[in-house]
């Protein structure tokens, strides 16, 4: 049975069973709690919240799915038997329509009768201090003849939201023969989660369940593993025989990936998704992929089933990040060569100067053993002490002894001084965002000029900002200084802290000495927010800053004026 008959069976029998047909939603969700869609249900969520009526958008209370997901917690995880990062999730939905007996009585029905496959277990809640066992999906499981059924805890049998609050409930899993995962998982949203921790029972409860395809693949067409089927085995031929068995599966898994990320949209960078795709595309760069035939092949194999599917965007998108990254690769492997053993220290800097991401330090057919102590924790950890470092050094520097700070923008005489133009400094930074966010894009940096004083900052827009916009930017400044926003910076590749969307001066803009702006190979950017990805703000910028936006005080704008044709001059203090 071939995959795409899979598919056609599922919907129809949910089809049969009154279910409104619902098309996958993208890989990249409206919803901002998550990164990537997880799960057929996300584009659901308002419909189990009651905010939106399914009755009325659909025609019905009950929905069936087939979604494209993308699991970044399972990228460790790829090159086993059955787990991937993309992957397409069967689903079917109720939404007060049916809740656990029709939900298991499908389930069951599904695989059993229409397709004819043996259930070897299914599991269910055992239970807590605040939620009860889920006895009710037992009985119904053994009224079925189903009697193998394991009671498991939270960790495998309670649903928790994609991110921090939303609807769950407890699960019950099944269990295929020759399968070494759960092949199903149906969620009984019984309970909304709020973001402190309390669990409110939903006033209509409702059914989300989830079964991967490649899961039911293997298990359909009689495989040991997810890459032995349709879906994956042509993808595998392609690839050099000489690969081990492991490289071979990441690589078409990663294949896959890349392709539907970037039809989605997503385009390689250092933050948000873009991370995501950029690492997958490394790790598929690094093992010498032959990605043109590669990415044919998953666009013919996908291509009837998702439209939005594009071979030439997805070949220019790879192209630029191979050639990006070829620049530094080969110094990075020979510097990765010469360690003994790869730490989180040592490992974080190959990654900070060769853009050499985690999972390929990890890779044992690259580093051999090298990184076995290496892990995730320890990399991040290890790249919040290179900021706080990075930091005290330019306290260092330009922190006194009666230095004269002259960096071209900034100038102070004493410490006094240079505590101020500090303060000045940030503001300007926090300004420069106010600007965009008010008056839009267009307002672009031309130069500043900061003294104890004040600070002077020029900037391209096209006409007089009015007195009620001025407030607006003034408000929205001293809200951000409200809110104490860390002050933090990372320094990054030219080419690559571009892609952080970080505010630079480009060829239009002169830097604040008059020339054009010069930039090394290596810059830092430094941003205002919690993490790079988030920030408020973001700027190619050597410092100094305030740690924390609460130190600058109270801003006020003193004057707003033309300094020449199309561009802009704002006088401004701190207090
Ligand atoms: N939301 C559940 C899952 O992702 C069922 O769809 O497993």
């Not at 392609?238 to 392709?259: N, T, Y």
């Not at 830097?511 to 993490?531: L, R, T």
């Not at 408020?536 to 050597?542: A, I, N, P, Q, V």
Request: hydrophobic share 35%.
């Amino acid at each position: 049975m071939n995959s795409n008959e899979l598919r056609r069976k599922f919907i129809n029998f949910f089809k049969s069973k009154g279910h409104a047909v619902v098309p996958s939603s993208s890989l990249v969700p409206d919803d901002p709690s998550v990164l990537l869609t997880t799960a057929g249900m996300q584009q659901f969520k308002k419909y189990f919240t009651g905010e939106l009526d399914a009755q009325k958008d659909f025609g019905s209370k009950n929905t069936t799915s087939i979604q494209k997901s993308f699991r970044t917690s399972d990228i460790d995880e790829v090159g086993d038997d059955t787990h991937d990062t993309f992957f397409e999730m069967l689903g079917n939905f109720s939404f007060g329509g049916y809740f656990k007996k029709e939900a298991i009585e499908y389930a069951h029905d599904f695989l059993t009768r229409e397709l004819g496959l043996e259930i070897d277990y299914v599991t269910v809640f055992e239970g807590d201090k605040e939620v009860p066992a889920d006895t009710e999906s037992e009985e119904i499981w053994r009224s079925l003849g189903v009697i193998n059924i394991k009671r498991l805890g939270r960790a495998d049998n309670f649903w928790g939201p994609t991110g921090v609050e939303g609807p769950c409930g407890p699960t019950t899993e099944i269990f295929m023969k020759n399968l070494k995962s759960e092949v199903w998982n149906l969620v009984f949203n019984q309970y909304y989660l709020h973001p402190d921790g309390f669990l409110e029972k939903l006033k209509t409860p409702g059914a989300d369940t989830g079964m991967g395809l490649e899961r039911l693949a293997t298990v359909a067409q009689k495989k040991r593993n997810i890459f032995e089927t349709d879906l994956f085995a042509p993808l595998l031929a392609l690839i050099d025989e000489g690969k081990p068995e492991r490289v071979k599966r990441i690589i078409a898994d990663h294949g896959r990936a890349v392709s539907f990320l970037i039809s989605d949209g997503v385009i390689p960078s250092n933050k948000g998704a873009g991370y995501v795709l950029r690492r997958l595309m490394r790790r598929m760069i690094v093992h010498g992929t032959e990605f043109e035939k590669l990415f044919a092949k998953v666009v013919e194999i996908y291509g009837e089933t998702y439209k939005e599917l594009n071979l030439k965007q997805i070949l220019q998108e790879f192209e630029k990040e191979n050639s990006k990254f070829q620049k530094t690769l080969k110094s990075g492997l020979r510097e990765l060569g010469k360690l003994e053993k790869i730490d989180a220290a040592s490992g974080f800097k190959l990654y900070e100067t060769y853009g050499l991401p985690f999972e390929i330090l990890k890779d044992a057919e690259i580093s051999g053993d090298k990184a076995k102590g290496l892990n995730r924790e320890d990399f991040e950890k290890e790249f919040a002490k290179h900021q706080e470092k990075s930091r005290a050094g330019a306290e260092k520097k330009f922190g006194g002894h009666g230095l004269l700070l002259d960096t071209g923008e900034l100038k102070a005489v004493d410490e006094r001084e240079l505590k101020i133009v500090t303060r000045l400094h940030t503001a300007t930074h926090l300004m420069q965002a106010a600007l965009r966010e008010v008056l839009g894009p267009e307002v672009k940096q031309n130069g500043s000029d900061i003294t104890a004083e004040r600070t002077r900052f020029d900037f391209f827009f096209s006409r007089k900002v009015t007195p009620e916009e001025i407030k607006k930017v003034e408000d929205l400044v001293n809200k951000k200084i409200a809110e104490d926003l860390p002050v933090s910076f990372v320094e990054l590749p030219l080419e690559e802290a571009k892609l952080t969307g970080a505010l630079y001066f480009s060829a239009q803009g002169r830097s604040a000495s008059g020339g054009k702006a010069k930039y090394g190979s290596k810059v830092k950017v430094y941003y205002i927010g919690k993490d790079l990805e988030t920030a408020w703000s973001r700027e190619f910028c050597g410092g100094p800053h305030v740690s924390h936006t609460s130190e600058v005080g109270k801003f006020k704008i003193l004057k707003e004026e033309s300094a020449s044709s199309g561009i802009r001059r704002i006088r401004a203090i701190v207090e």
